[in-house]
């Protein structure tokens, strides 16, 4: 199995969408096709979806999109400043608010009682706050809205990696999400592999990156 640590991963991705030229918004759709493809959805039904702004939180808004599509149920909430969103996120930002008004912005402790009060409605959480990219000590309301998912007692599903897992140590950020499931995009992430608690509930899903963007980052960065 190929393993890749943050640098690599951010550099594979940065090759494929700009040298390659592979849409950006084609790999948001395919990470969220694979997330959904690692659900029962005969079983699961009801969703919450907890997504920062960055392309982990537009590939969570996909999830949303798609099983808006399909009548299920699903509640949303988003933290941080959604003027500073990547362009993916709010090109599904926009889909969701036309399928939905279960649409929240985590800024005021009453946000935040609302929504552990609403998590009561949910069989499953998926969350992408945080992504590959991570490199910062987590606080304040990020810190207390993984808190909140880790005490909610609910199954839980982290896109690519659990938000404040340092995607090349393993170690935290100061809060980690205690997912039941990571699916992982394309390759397996070091600081995944490094630590069985999380490997042995990691699954590596194929969103299209192509071969020739990883082969030439580890290539040009082994020598």
């Known amino acids: 199995m190929l393993v890749v640590d943050k640098k690599q991963m951010i550099e594979i991705d940065k090759y494929a969408i700009s040298e390659l030229k592979i849409p950006a918004l084609a790999l948001v759709e395919r990470a969220a096709l694979a997330v959904i493809k690692n659900i029962n959805l005969e079983v699961r039904k009801t969703f919450a979806i907890v997504v920062g702004i960055g392309n982990n939180g537009a590939d969570g808004l996909a999830i949303a999109r798609n099983l808006l599509a399909r009548e299920y149920y699903v509640d949303i909430y988003i933290v941080g400043d959604i003027a500073k969103a990547s362009s993916e996120f709010l090109i599904n930002y926009e889909a969701v608010k036309n399928l939905t008004d279960n649409l ?41 809205v993984i808190s909140l998912i880790n005490r909610s007692l609910k199954y839980i599903i982290s896109i690519d990696v659990p938000s404040g897992l340092d995607t090349t140590s393993g170690d935290s950020w100061g809060e980690i999400v205690d997912c039941d499931l990571i699916v992982s995009m394309q390759l397996m992430k070091k600081g995944v592999y490094d630590r069985s608690i999380y490997k042995n509930k990691c699954i590596v899903e194929d969103i299209g990156i192509p071969q020739k963007a990883i082969n030439h980052v580890l290539y040009k960065m082994a020598n």
């Open 104 to 144: 929240y912005s985590l800024e005021t402790i009453a946000d935040l009682e609302f929504m552990e009060k609403n998590l009561s409605n949910v069989s499953t959480i998926i969350e992408g706050i945080f992504g590959t990219g991570l490199d910062r000590t987590i606080s304040g309301t990020y810190a207390y």
